[in-house]
């Protein structure tokens, strides 16, 4: 994984769009140039069983067209199955210890909160972690409150290599903060499953990337 992989993370679940259909908003945001994307099919009235592997495959299957990086959020087991480029965990899904072991050379991303949760993650060799929410969002039922840039800011000074994604609440208006802050890039739910103008949002998105190394 490059960290430039990390540069526009979609993230969706069929609870994420309302009115078109999931895999059309994928494979429009594939078509304006996400750089990653995580199956997350998740929380109330979601789908199970082999529609559940239906979805997932189809969706991997798009990621490939479009030669993206198709990873799954928490469902390890899935991931391996479907031969997916990773998985993303969070601190109450399997030990990352564990999840390594199952997963081999595929990508792993872990969302990380604090100093323990982040060497945690390091001691096993994530690729990348996410760091929020940085703003606060309704697509995550039980997430912590919105801490800002500060953590993330820590983070980059101390580990100025490593791949970081940040994400909650980001948007056309606030996205520039956190590549100002040191992310490699945002994952994004509502910003892009809630656009009226898929293409137009994205490219925006990716424009503050491009712009801050510029301006670095
Ligand atoms: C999965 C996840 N983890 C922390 S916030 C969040 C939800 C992000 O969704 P949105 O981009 O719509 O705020
Ligand atoms: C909670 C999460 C944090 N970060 C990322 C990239 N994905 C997630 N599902
Ligand atoms: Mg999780």
Do not use: W
């Amino acid at each position: 994984m490059k960290r430039d992989n990390l540069q526009l993370y979609f993230i969706m679940g069929t609870s994420n769009v309302l009115i078109q259909k999931p895999l059309n908003v994928l494979e429009k945001a594939l078509q304006s140039g996400i750089t990653m994307f995580q199956f997350r099919e998740k929380g109330p009235n979601t789908l199970t069983g082999q529609a559940y592997e239906n979805f997932a495959q189809e969706c991997q299957k798009l990621c490939q067209q479009y030669n993206v990086p198709f990873i799954v959020n928490d469902d390890v087991e899935l991931a391996v199955k479907l031969g997916a480029d990773g998985v993303h965990i969070g601190q109450e899904d399997l030990p990352v210890s564990m999840v390594r072991e199952k997963i081999g050379s595929m990508i792993l991303g872990v969302s990380v909160h604090s100093q323990a949760e982040l060497q945690t993650a390091l001691q096993y060799g994530a690729d990348y972690v996410g760091i929020g929410p940085i703003f606060a969002t309704s697509s995550k039922k039980d997430a912590k409150p919105p801490s800002g840039t500060k953590f993330l800011q820590q983070v980059r000074i101390q580990y100025p290599e490593l791949p970081i994604v940040a994400i909650g609440g980001l948007n056309c208006s606030n996205a520039h903060t956190v590549f100002k802050a040191g992310a490699d890039g945002i994952a994004v739910i509502s910003a892009i499953c809630e656009s009226e103008d898929i293409s137009n949002t994205i490219s925006t998105l990716k424009s503050f990337s491009i712009l801050d190394k510029k301006i670095k």
